[in-house]
């Protein structure tokens, strides 16, 4: 397999890295049950997985199904499993842990795992996420309003056009009408000085 056809196949399953992500945290909860310990702080301490471990488990599971079988799925099952990590509803690795923040006198706290997976995710989907909230958070246009816009876009545009051809002769002006090859605005910018010249004629 050459460079070049890794890079497509990592392009293509991209997707699955915020999934791997939090499968490698589940596969070392799984190692550090298998041991019966884990280490903190220089300091070992016995340890056995959780409902909340099994649950982690199950997600991750169900998310590599959706990915196989059922793709446009996929997207759904992930943002749900990052989300209730963020919440501590399920463990992916060994230890639970929380990072707080506070914001004046509000108090945010995650699980750093499930963050991480999420800020990934977001990565590699910022395109499509700031679009998506763009179109659904922004204030959107009456159909009115829209109209009003692209009318003023139009003739901004047609008027762009008139002055480029302001220097073409009446013939290179028909032209441009009778074959049609141009853009809208371009045409009506045609059609707009064949009318101001022939009334000045």
């Known amino acids: 397999m050459g460079i070049q056809q890794i890079g497509t196949t990592f392009r293509q399953q991209r997707q699955l890295l915020p999934l791997l992500m939090l499968t490698a945290y589940c ?3 799984i190692v550090s049950a298998v041991r019966g310990s884990v280490v903190l702080a220089g300091n070992t301490y016995y340890f056995e997985l959780t409902t909340k471990h099994y649950i982690a488990f199950g997600a991750i599971g169900l998310n590599f199904l959706t990915y196989f079988l059922f793709r446009p799925f996929y997207k759904y099952t992930l943002g749900l499993t990052i989300t209730i990590g963020l919440f501590n509803l399920m463990t992916f690795p060994a230890l ?3 990072q707080s923040f506070a914001f ?3 108090k945010v706290s995650f699980q750093p ?3 991480l997976a999420g800020l990934l995710a977001y990565i590699i989907n910022f395109k499509r996420v ?3 909230v763009i179109d659904n958070l922004t204030n959107k246009p009456t159909p009115e309003e829209q109209g009003k816009i692209e009318i003023a876009r139009f003739q901004e545009s047609v008027g762009k056009f008139k ?7 009446i013939e290179m002006l028909r032209e441009i009408v009778i074959e049609k090859k141009f853009v809208p605005e ?3 910018a045609a059609k707009q000085l064949l009318r101001e010249r022939q009334s000045n004629d």
């Open 186 to 188: 371009a045409l009506e």
């Open 163 to 169: 002055e480029k051809y302001g220097s073409y002769s």
């Open 113 to 115: 795992s499930a963050f």
């Open 130 to 132: 700031n679009e998506f």
């Open 96 to 98: 639970e842990t929380t």
């Open 104 to 106: 004046s006198k509000l």
């Open 27 to 29: 596969i070392s909860a």
